[in-house]
C-alpha cells in the first residue's frame, strides 16, 4: 500500500459514505473488506483497555489473544512505545488479514511534557501557544506508539460544580470554538487526510452538551432545548469538525432523554447530515453498558444494535458490539451493511494515518528516545504556564516579590511532584517534574531564605484526601496531625517577611468524576490561611484548581491572589511570576463565583424580565437577585491583572448603521500606562438588543492579544461582519435580524466601553 493513496482520497473524506471505485483509499477498502468474516467486521468496533488506566468496568485487560483473532479494531491507554510495538506485531504478523490497530490514549494537556490543564490553556488566550501545545503533544506522543488522543475536550460548562470543567475551555462559545479549532490543527496538521508520522488524529469529546450536567455532578442527566444547544452548547463541537476532526467520542449523558451513545438525532441526523461529519465515532468508557442503568434496554444486544443503528462506530471497552453484533445480524436486528459502513469508517481512519503503508510508524523506539520531554518543548510549557496564570488581585502591588529576605511556602501543594502537572496527565513522568517549592528555590538563586511546611490537610475528610491521590503512582499529600501541622506553619510564618500559600485542590480534585457541592476553598485550608493572617504577614494566595472557584473570604483578607492551573513545569512558570521576570496577562475563561450558591453562573447570559444588574448592591424584592449576594461574578469571565496597567479610550465605529450584507469596523485605543511592557487580552462583545427570541446581555465576538512597551499605545480594529450577529432562532434557522445592537469593548466582560450601532 502506498502513501500516495492518502492524497488522492482526500476528496472523499467530507461526503459522508459515499465511496467510488477510483478513489484508491476506496479500492483498497473494498478489496480488504471483500476479505473479510463478518466476525472481523465487527472486531474493527471493538476498542479495548489494555493497561493499568481503568476507570469504569474493565474487563479482561491481557488481549494479545483478541488481537490475534482479529477481534480488536483498537487499543486504548496502553503505555510504553514497546508494549505498543508488540501488540501492533501481533495485530500485523498474527491476525489473518494483518490490519493494524490504532492506539488511543487521553493525550489532553500534553504528553510527558505537560501543558496548564485546558481550562488554564484556554485562559492563555493565545490560540498560537495553544496549537503549538497540541502539536508538541502529537510529536511526543506519536513517537511513543499514540495515534489518536481523546482530545479536544470542547463541553461548554457553566457550573464549576463539575469537576470536568478542567478538562474544556471555560465557559464561552465563540472563545471555546476558536480553541477547538487550535488544538485540532495542532494534533493534525492543516490536512485532515494525510497525516505526517509525528501528527496525530483528534477526537473531539464529549459529543455532546456533557457539561451541562444537572447540579454539576458528573454522569448526571441533561436536558437542554435546541434553541440554547444551538446558540451556546453546539458551537464548539461544529467548529472542531469544521477544522477536521477525525474522530468524535459521544457522551455519557442523555440528550433528548436517550444516551448520545444511541442517539440518532445526535450522531446522524445532526452529526453527519447536519454538520457533513466523515470520521468514525467511538462512544466513551463503556457506555453502551450504561444503557442498561439509564434504562433503555435490559440487555446488551438490544442496546448494541440501538448503538450501532444511531451511528456509533467503535465501542469503547464494552465488548457489546464484539459479543452481540453477530447474533444480531441473524436474529435480523441490525444489517449487516449497518456494520459495513462503520468498519468502513474505522479503516479509513487506519488509511488516513498511514497505519497500513507502515504500522509501526507510531511506535519507533529510536524516535521515542530523542523527542520526548525536550528542553524545547519544556520550555514552551514553562512559558504557556506562566501565560496562564491569572492575577486575581494585587493589593498595593504585592507581587511580584523581591528576592530577597526569608520568604515562607506554606500548604498541601507546597511540595508535591505527583499532582504538579495536573488532572488526567496519564503519560506524566513525575519524578523528572519539579515541585513548587524547587521551583521557587532555583529562582532565588541563594538571594532569599525560602523556608517551606504543609501547614495543613487537603480536606478535612482523610479518606476522600486519600481517594484524591488515586492516580498513576500518585504520592497521596501526607494526612497531618492538623494542630501541629498549623503550629508548625505558624512557626515558619512568624519567621518570614512574606508567606506564600500554595492551597486548593489537588491533581484529583478535579478531572472525571470529581464534583463538588461547595467550590469553595476547603475548610481546612481556609482555617489556615485565616490562622496565617493573624500573623500580620502579607500574604500571596495561589490558588491550584480546576474549576471557577468562590474565593470570597480570601479577596477581601488576602493581599494577593494567583490562580494557578498546573503543568509539568509549574515551578519554575510560577517562580517567573511571582519574581516578576515574567508579566502575568492570563483572563479567566469561566466566571468566578463569590459562593457556590450562584452556580451554574456565566457572563453570558439572558436578560430576564425583572432584571438586577451584577453589580447592584442591596437586595430587590420581586425581582431576579438573592437576598444574601448580589448577581454578578466576584471575578468575571475575561478577568485578569497585570503587574503593569492599561487605559481604554472611547470606541469609534466606522458607521453607526450596517445593511445586513455589509460589515462595519470599529476601533478602540490602547494605551500602556505602567512601567512594564505587557500583552493586554483586549475583548469585543455584542448584544443584540430585540429580536424574536431573547438574546444574551453580551456575548464574546472577537478578542486580540496585543504587545504593549511602557507607555506605548495601540489602536485595534474589529471588523463586525453579518456573521458575527447572527444566532439561531426558533426554528433553529441561523439568521440576521435587523435593528439596534450594542458593541462593546474592555478588558474583561464587566469593564466594558458601549456604543450602538443598528442593522438595517
Ligand atoms: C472516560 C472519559 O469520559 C473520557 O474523556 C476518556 O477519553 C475515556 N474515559 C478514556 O479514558
Not at 26 to 51: H, P, R, Y
Not at 733 to 755: A, Y
Request: with cysteine.
Amino acid at each position: 500500500m502506498k502513501r500516495i493513496q492518502t492524497a488522492l482520497a482526500a476528496l472523499a473524506f467530507l461526503v459522508t459514505g459515499c465511496t467510488t471505485e477510483k478513489n484508491p483509499m476506496d479500492v483498497f477498502i473494498n478489496d480488504l473488506m471483500s476479505k473479510m468474516t463478518l466476525q472481523e467486521k465487527i472486531g474493527q468496533l471493538n476498542q479495548q483497555v489494555a493497561g493499568e488506566i481503568v476507570t469504569g468496568s474493565a474487563q479482561d485487560t491481557k488481549i494479545g489473544h483478541l488481537v490475534e483473532e482479529g477481534k480488536i479494531g483498537s487499543v486504548l491507554n496502553i503505555k510504553g512505545v514497546d508494549n505498543i510495538r508488540a501488540l501492533q506485531q501481533i495485530a500485523v504478523e498474527k491476525s489473518r488479514l494483518g490490519i493494524p490497530i490504532i492506539v488511543g490514549m487521553d493525550v489532553i494537556h500534553g504528553f510527558e511534557t505537560q501543558f496548564p490543564i485546558p481550562l488554564g490553556l484556554a485562559a492563555t488566550w493565545d490560540l498560537e501557544g495553544i496549537q503549538q501545545s497540541a502539536r508538541i503533544a502529537a510529536q511526543e506522543a506519536s513517537a511513543n506508539g499514540v495515534a489518536w488522543t481523546f482530545s479536544p475536550m470542547v463541553d461548554i460548562c457553566i457550573d464549576s460544580r463539575w469537576g470536568r470543567q478542567a478538562e474544556g475551555a471555560g465557559e464561552d462559545p465563540f472563545l471555546g470554538s476558536r480553541i477547538a479549532e487550535a488544538m485540532v490543527t495542532g494534533y493534525q496538521g492543516t490536512d485532515p487526510n494525510t497525516f505526517a508520522e509525528d501528527e496525530i488524529m483528534a477526537c473531539v469529546k464529549h459529543f455532546a452538551l456533557y457539561g451541562a450536567a444537572e447540579a454539576g455532578r458528573d454522569y448526571n442527566t441533561v436536558d437542554m432545548s435546541r434553541l440554547r444547544m444551538y446558540n451556546q452548547y453546539l458551537p464548539p463541537y461544529k467548529a472542531a469538525i469544521e477544522a477536521g476532526a477525525g474522530s468524535v467520542m459521544s457522551s455519557f449523558n442523555i440528550v433528548d432523554g436517550q444516551p448520545s451513545t444511541a442517539n440518532h438525532w445526535l450522531l446522524t441526523d445532526l452529526l453527519r447530515k447536519e454538520w457533513n461529519f466523515g470520521g468514525f465515532v467511538v462512544t466513551d468508557y463503556a457506555s453502551i453498558d450504561e444503557m442498561v442503568k439509564h434504562g433503555i434496554y435490559p440487555d446488551k444486544q438490544h442496546n448494541a444494535a440501538m448503538a450501532l443503528k444511531a451511528g456509533t462506530d467503535m465501542d469503547m471497552v464494552a465488548r457489546a458490539f464484539l459479543e452481540t453484533l453477530e447474533q444480531s445480524v441473524k436474529e435480523g436486528l441490525v444489517k449487516e451493511s449497518e456494520i459495513d459502513q462503520a468498519c468502513r469508517r474505522v479503516l479509513e481512519a487506519k488509511y488516513r494515518l498511514g497505519l497500513f503503508d507502515d504500522p509501526y510508524r507510531y511506535c519507533k523506539p529510536e524516535r521515542a528516545v530523542g523527542s520526548t520531554y525536550t528542553k524545547e518543548y519544556r520550555r514552551v510549557a514553562r512559558q504557556l504556564t506562566a501565560e496562564s496564570l491569572v492575577l486575581l488581585k494585587n493589593e498595593n502591588n504585592l507581587l511580584p516579590l523581591e528576592k530577597k529576605g526569608t520568604i515562607a511556602l506554606i500548604g498541601p501543594l507546597a511540595e508535591t511532584r505527583t499532582d504538579i502537572s495536573g488532572s488526567w496527565a496519564v503519560s506524566q513522568t513525575p519524578e523528572k517534574y519539579s515541585t513548587l517549592r524547587e521551583g521557587l528555590d532555583r529562582a532565588l538563586e541563594g538571594k532569599a531564605i525560602l523556608l517551606c511546611t504543609q501547614g495543613c490537610n487537603l480536606l478535612n475528610d482523610a479518606e476522600a484526601q486519600k481517594i484524591t491521590a488515586k492516580g498513576h503512582g500518585n504520592e497521596p499529600i501526607p494526612y497531618v496531625n492538623k494542630q501541629e501541622a498549623c503550629q508548625q506553619a505558624l512557626s515558619v510564618a512568624r519567621q518570614a517577611d512574606v508567606i506564600i500559600c500554595a492551597m486548593g485542590e489537588n491533581a484529583w480534585m478535579n478531572g472525571e468524576g470529581t464534583s463538588r457541592a461547595s467550590v469553595e476553598m476547603p475548610e481546612p485550608q481556609q482555617e489556615l490561611l485565616k490562622a496565617l493572617k493573624q500573623t500580620g504577614k502579607p500574604i500571596v494566595l495561589l490558588n491550584f484548581a480546576g474549576r471557577a472557584t468562590a474565593l470570597k473570604w480570601e479577596s477581601e483578607n488576602i493581599q494577593s491572589i494567583l490562580q494557578c492551573w498546573y503543568g509539568s513545569e509549574s515551578g519554575d512558570a510560577i517562580a517567573d511570576v511571582i519574581f516578576g521576570d515574567f508579566n502575568p496577562q492570563g483572563k479567566l475563561t469561566v466566571s468566578m463565583p463569590q459562593c457556590t450558591g450562584q452556580l451554574p453562573l456565566y457572563y453570558n447570559h439572558l436578560n430576564t424580565g425583572r432584571p438586577v444588574a451584577d453589580d447592584a448592591k442591596g437586595y430587590r424584592i420581586f425581582a431576579s437577585n438573592y437576598i444574601d449576594v448580589r448577581n454578578g461574578a466576584l471575578y468575571p469571565f475575561g478577568y485578569g491583572l497585570s503587574y503593569t496597567t492599561y487605559t481604554y479610550s472611547d470606541i469609534q465605529l466606522s458607521h453607526t448603521e450596517m445593511p445586513v450584507s455589509g460589515n462595519i469596523t470599529a476601533s478602540i485605543i490602547v494605551q500602556n500606562t505602567g512601567k512594564r511592557p505587557g500583552y493586554e487580552i483586549v475583548q469585543l462583545y455584542l448584544r443584540d438588543k430585540f429580536a424574536s427570541i431573547s438574546r444574551p446581555v453580551k456575548e464574546l465576538k472577537g478578542f486580540r492579544r496585543i504587545h504593549l512597551n511602557a507607555g506605548e499605545s495601540k489602536t485595534v480594529t474589529f471588523e463586525i461582519t453579518p456573521e458575527l450577529l447572527k444566532f439561531y432562532n426558533n426554528n433553529l434557522q441561523h439568521v440576521i435580524e435587523p435593528g439596534e445592537f450594542d458593541l462593546m469593548i474592555g478588558p474583561n466582560s464587566r469593564d466594558v466601553k458601549t456604543v450602538t450601532f443598528n442593522v438595517k
